[in-house]
């Protein structure tokens, strides 16, 4: 094996990280790309990548017979209208899903039980065939732009189509030295394109509004409408019109390619996308105003230099030589970077593909160089296959039209799948907490008391009626909300499936102890009388809470053994039961956790204190300090969760002890090394496992 081209074996492939879902996927041998790239790097990869300010100018010939100038500044402004709502709907899969495959991931664990492999195939394809066309259309423009600026140094100059291809070949080598030799340096340069690009439109801008004259009208810019196409319906040629727009502002996706080489995807992700998209839309429509009404001869607009009319277009309005010459090299030295850029996220798809077997050769396609850290065969690839297709006659407006048109439609087909997807998964893929979060899956409801709670409700293919879980939060009864715990919420609806009621009880030092106690019985007698009118079923309720929370869970079903509730089973997570003052002299010399606890992470024993000393409980009041209440024994099957790095650790431990003297069914869950609620970090890897265990302590409960 050679130095340059070490190889390890991948620690897991997509199918291999979730099993059950059915996922494009194959075993190859690659090493894992270090993560050089920041958002601000990341950001100028996607700016880049549409140079949208910049960019529009080059669509002129695409709308010059098609529509006219009002199609393109009204098309523009709804074309971005419709890629906002599809970048949002993305940027949410990014921050639950962050992956260097992006839609096709995303459409792999969105898609249907038993669709999803043979869909991730044909996102993965459509993916990468609109950028292969994407990146070629980036190559071809750089050539036209370059030999314009050669035509207007030598007027007498006839370009043919095989100069456009020279062009177009010097190109797509020029992104291979930013890709690979010089990509130790790349994400540096790419941090200041933004500006560049931005600073660019600007001088253009400026330059054109003060040097053309005279200037079109108002009825030429937002009124005059062309038909050139062809098509006797003006709605059709509007339609066609939208081209520019939806190219203008796309390649969202471009920021989720890199998420391996980001530190923080699941949230560098979606702000990457929605800053880019943002930025784009709001500085490409004053540069379509400034291009069409800066407009000096229009009918040399379909005959342009170089084939390239925003170069003819400074030519006419300008009249300088040395402002078209400076305006001609900011364009130039944008789409340069762009088809750069393109390359990195062309290749990085392709890589993706290959490292899940996606693609013919993938072992090799998938193999990452040990001396310069990028997967430089899938880059070799990429830029060869770009440069193939430009054997073909290219160097036209009705081909590059052609090119821009396919990439548009792959690529929006590849957004539109995992959206779909969604949809019909009414969501349901969106379980667990993430960055950005376009909706819930709940509705706000009152208690006859007046008790704020909210239920989630998972869709669900059965008609059947469901469990209902009533749900308490943590915060040692003086803080916590139920927005904190909604991820929890929403995983155990999804997972179990279940309908679950979380309630947001009163809190201390406003109101003290029995105040939260009182109003979790409230909760449970109005969820006791509704659960048919929610889709529930009455013979499967059951109480669920974490540390403060676990304990209501507890002492809720004991106030209320001797009412006409059936309370199935209780998820006790990380409870409270026992006070330190109040220890029953049986126990005490197995509570420890507590003086352990000096300073553990997330809660130690001070901070406990603080919460006893706010709700002002008395420590040996057992219906609060279940540990102490003589009816342990009639509790229904429990499930208990502890971690060993915590002061309630043994608050579990003891009370499992009770349930098993009192021969009630339970089970217990506990988690070495871990401090008090760690599942809220999303970083730890045990995180996954307290999930996938607390719907299995659920369905314990449940007798499932």
């Not at 190889?7 to 090493?31: F, N, R, Y």
């Not at 096709?104 to 990468?128: D, E, F, N, Q």
């Not at 430089?376 to 039209?401: D, E, H, P, R």
Request: hydrophobic share 45%; charged share 15%.
């Amino acid at each position: 094996m050679g130095e340059k081209d070490m190889e390890m074996k991948t620690p897991d492939t997509i199918s291999e990280q979730h099993p059950g879902h059915d996922v494009a996927s194959g075993e190859v041998w690659c090493l894992q790309l270090d993560k050089p790239f920041s958002l601000w790097s990341t950001l100028g990869i996607s700016f880049s990548v549409t140079s949208t300010p910049l960019a529009v100018g080059t669509y002129l010939s695409v709308v010059i017979g098609v529509g006219g100038s009002p199609v393109f500044f009204y098309g523009y402004i709804l074309a971005v209208c419709l890629d906002m709502c599809i970048c949002a709907s993305l940027a949410e899969m990014a921050a639950q899903y962050p992956h260097s495959s992006g839609q096709i991931y995303w459409t792999a664990k969105l898609a249907p039980r038993g669709h999803g492999r043979g869909l991730s195939y044909l996102v993965g394809w459509l993916t990468a065939a609109g950028y292969f066309f994407w990146t070629s259309a980036a190559l071809l423009i750089s050539s036209q732009l370059i030999w314009a600026l050669v035509q207007i140094c030598h007027p007498t100059f006839i370009t043919l189509p095989w100069h456009f291809y020279v062009g177009y070949f010097a190109v797509g080598v020029f992104t291979l030295f930013p890709n690979i030799p010089f990509f130790k340096w790349y994400p540096q340069f790419l941090k200041g394109l933004v500006i560049y690009i931005n600073a660019g439109a600007l001088f253009v801008l400026i330059v054109l509004l003060v040097r053309a004259k005279p200037k079109q009208s108002s009825d030429y810019v937002f009124k005059a409408f062309v038909n050139q196409t062809g098509w006797s319906s003006n709605g059709v040629v509007f339609f066609l019109g939208l081209l520019p727009g939806l190219t203008a502002v796309n390649g969202f996706d471009s920021a989720a390619h890199m998420a391996e080489e980001l530190p923080r995807p699941e949230r560098q992700v979606p702000q990457v996308m929605f800053i880019s998209a943002l930025a784009s839309a709001a500085s490409g429509l004053p540069m379509i105003l400034v291009y069409m009404f800066c407009i000096t001869k229009p009918d040399n607009l379909l005959n342009p230099v170089g084939g390239q009319p925003v170069i003819q277009l400074m030519v006419d309005s300008l009249e300088s030589f040395p402002l078209t010459i400076v305006g001609s090299l900011v364009f130039i030295t944008c789409f340069l970077c762009a088809s750069v850029t393109m390359m990195t996220t062309f290749s990085r798809i392709w890589w993706s593909l290959a490292r899940d077997g996606g693609v013919p050769f993938s072992p090799f396609m998938a193999r990452i160089s040990g001396r310069w850290k990028v997967p430089v065969n899938s880059v070799c690839f990429s830029a060869f296959a770009c440069i193939l297709i430009g054997l073909l006659k290219l160097g036209s407006a009705t081909a590059l039209n052609a090119i821009l048109g396919t990439a548009v439609l792959c690529i929006f087909a590849s957004y539109g799948i995992p959206i779909l997807c969604s949809l019909i998964g009414k969501r349901t893929g969106f379980s667990t907490a993430h960055y950005f979060n376009l909706g819930h899956m709940f509705e706000e409801r009152a208690t006859d008391s007046g008790l704020r709670v909210r239920v989630f409700t998972p869709e669900v293919a059965t008609q059947d009626p469901l469990p209902v879980g009533v749900y308490f939060h943590s915060g040692g009864w003086a803080s916590g909300n139920i927005e904190a715990e909604e991820a929890t919420c929403i995983h155990v609806a999804v997972q179990v499936p279940s309908i679950i009621i979380a309630v947001a009880y009163r809190l201390a030092p406003e109101f003290k102890a029995p105040a939260a106690h009182n109003d979790a019985v409230d909760a449970l007698i109005w969820a006791w009388k509704n659960v048919s009118g929610l889709g529930g079923d009455r013979t499967r309720l059951f109480t669920i809470g974490g540390s403060a929370g676990g304990n209501l869970a507890i002492s809720v079903v004991l106030k209320t053994l001797d009412q006409e509730i059936n309370v199935t089973g209780i998820v006790a997570i990380v409870p409270v039961t026992v006070h330190p003052d109040g220890v029953p002299s049986k126990h005490r010399s197995a509570y420890k956790s507590y003086a352990e606890s000096v300073a553990t992470p997330v809660i130690n024993r001070t901070s406990m204190d603080i919460f006893f000393e706010n709700y002002g409980a008395a420590p040996t009041d057992p219906s609060i300090f279940l540990l102490c209440n003589p009816r342990i024994g009639e509790l229904p099957p429990t499930y208990l969760v502890s971690c060993t790095a915590d002061p309630l650790r043994d608050d579990a431990r003891l009370f499992k002890q009770e349930l098993d003297n009192h021969k009630v069914p339970n089970k217990i869950t506990e988690y070495e090394g871990m401090p008090h609620y760690f599942w809220i970090f999303p970083q730890l890897k045990q995180r996954a496992q307290f999930l996938e265990d607390l719907v299995n302590g659920i369905w314990f409960i449940l007798g499932q």
